[in-house]
């Protein structure tokens, strides 16, 4: 072609200058020819038709053999890492968590539950009254289902017949489902029971426990 790179001259910076219009006639080194500016193009067939050329062009036509290449090197699905490894490192990262602050889970759990505890006796005597108690509401109050359980247990026991009843607002879980219906048997006139966590196998022992005849005339559970 003509030119030529200096010694102390990097290759990729003489690719980038040789083919300039401005810096390409400082490497041009045959002095008895007269310079003429040489296009990139005319310097791409020109290594397309040196052998290093060809050599390149013959190894880029063979078609990849994906046997030889390493399972890591290319990606083959979505992400990165599976659902349950995620749910894994889900679960450890919550798992740590709750260690750190399990103290303090405890402690509150202990409260709520010597809270829940705590209502009983109170409500017992209140029912036991000459005035009876017609309408009761521990709405949110973060009861535990054994709680709860004790307290329909008590009215079960001392046949007291409720106008209104509403454990609205606390996670209970399924567990006081069979406590509860036997409650609606004949203890309690309208029931409120929205967000207390019964879920598809608490209302299934609900509808199974629940007597036939019942003296509910007011029912809201979801």
């Not at 247990?153 to 069979?178: F, P, R």
Request: overall charge neutral; some cysteine; proline content about 3%.
């Amino acid at each position: 072609m003509g030119f030529r790179c200096p010694n102390r001259k990097g290759v990729a910076d003489f690719l980038q200058e040789v083919t300039s219009r401005k810096d390409q006639y400082q490497y041009w080194c045959t002095r008895d020819e007269p310079y003429q500016y040489i296009l990139v193009n005319d310097f791409v067939e020109s290594f397309k038709a040196f052998h290093v050329g060809h050599a390149l062009q013959s190894e880029l036509e063979l078609p990849f053999d994906r046997t030889k290449n390493h399972p890591a090197a290319l990606t083959t699905s979505k992400f990165g890492i599976s659902k349950m490894e995620l749910l894994k490192a889900c679960f450890c990262r919550e798992w740590l968590l709750m260690k750190r602050n399990s103290w303090t889970k405890v402690s509150v759990a202990f409260n709520f539950l010597a809270y829940a505890q705590s209502l009983i006796p109170f409500i017992s005597w209140s029912i036991q009254k000459e005035n009876p108690l017609l309408r009761l509401t521990v709405e949110n109050c973060e009861l535990s289902s054994i709680g709860v359980i004790t307290l329909l247990e008590c009215l079960t026991n001392v046949k007291q017949l409720l106008d209104v009843l509403s454990i609205a607002d606390n996670h209970l879980g399924s567990s006081m489902a069979a406590a509860l219906a036997r409650f609606l048997g004949s203890h309690v006139r309208a029931l409120t029971a929205t967000d207390i966590g019964l879920g598809i196998v608490g209302f299934q022992t609900l509808e199974e426990t629940l007597p036939t005849e019942v003296a509910l005339s007011h029912i809201n559970i979801r």
